[in-house]
């Protein structure tokens, strides 16, 4: 399955992005959909993730009650609804795809990545 992230940008501390993952080549309801993310000088880290059915979904603490994962399997496309942004958000945020049945922090659990998009926070 290829990856391709989208709906990146520059806000302002508090403000919101919406980042999708359309995937394309093979089922995508067949894939668990993670979101990762890496700042300048860090390991990527885990972002959130969501079942193949979306009904099993895990968030970093960092990212709780801030962010929203969902997914469209209808429509082959993940999303990140990102709210009340920080600076500490700022990095590039990857979407995965893995042939797990559940949600995973874990990178390892998945074998296929996006490009990445690019997201800043300033203050």
């Known amino acids: 399955v290829q990856l391709q992230a989208s709906g990146g940008g520059s806000v302002q501390v508090g403000g919101s992005l919406r980042l999708s993952c359309a995937a394309s080549?093979?089922?995508?309801?067949?894939?668990?959909l993670g979101w990762f993310r890496q700042a300048p000088g860090k390991e990527r880290e885990f972002v959130a993730g969501?079942?193949?059915?979306?009904?099993?979904?895990l968030y970093a603490d960092s990212v709780k009650g801030r962010f929203t994962i969902s997914r469209g399997n209808r429509k082959n496309t993940g999303y990140l609804e990102m709210n009340s942004l920080k600076p500490e958000d700022t990095a590039v945020y990857y979407c995965a795809a893995g042939r797990q049945l559940w949600a995973s922090i874990n990178r390892n659990d998945y074998n296929y990545w996006g490009q990445g998009t690019q997201v800043t926070v300033s203050s």
């Open positions: 969501i079942s193949r059915s979306g009904g099993n979904i």
């Open positions: 080549g093979r089922a995508f309801s067949n894939y668990a």
